[in-house]
């Protein structure tokens, strides 16, 4: 009971960091069109627009074709990973100590 306890009490500032609000850097802000937003509805917010825009590799659905406005905000990547995609968007969310 105590490990479970000591696990669930650093988890709350991990999903913190993914829903606190963020001001958001230049190219995230023109993504997304707004000037806050947390790490976490800004993923969604990509994964949107990969959806809506039909970004998706036909052949291979764990890879995304950018297009230019994806590749902003993506390292200027022609193609991403779905792997990748979490990583790529966290270099902007910088680390913020409580």
């Known amino acids: ?15 913190a960091s993914l829903v606190d609000l963020a001001n958001l850097p230049s ?3 023109e ?3 707004q000037s806050q937003m947390s790490h976490l509805a800004f993923f969604v ?3 949107s627009y990969i959806k809506d825009h039909s970004l998706q ?3 291979n659905k764990n890879v995304v074709n950018c297009d230019d406005k994806l590749k902003s905000i993506l390292l ?7 792997a990748e995609l979490p990583m790529l968007i966290k270099l902007h969310f910088p680390k913020t100590s409580k």
């Open 57 to 59: 590799d036909p052949a």
């Open 1 to 15: 009971m105590v490990l479970r306890k000591a696990a669930t009490s650093a988890c709350p500032k991990k999903v």
């Open 76 to 82: 200027g990547k022609p193609q991403v990973e779905l």
């Open 45 to 47: 917010r990509v994964w």
């Open 31 to 33: 993504f997304a069109g």
């Open 27 to 29: 190219p995230l802000r």
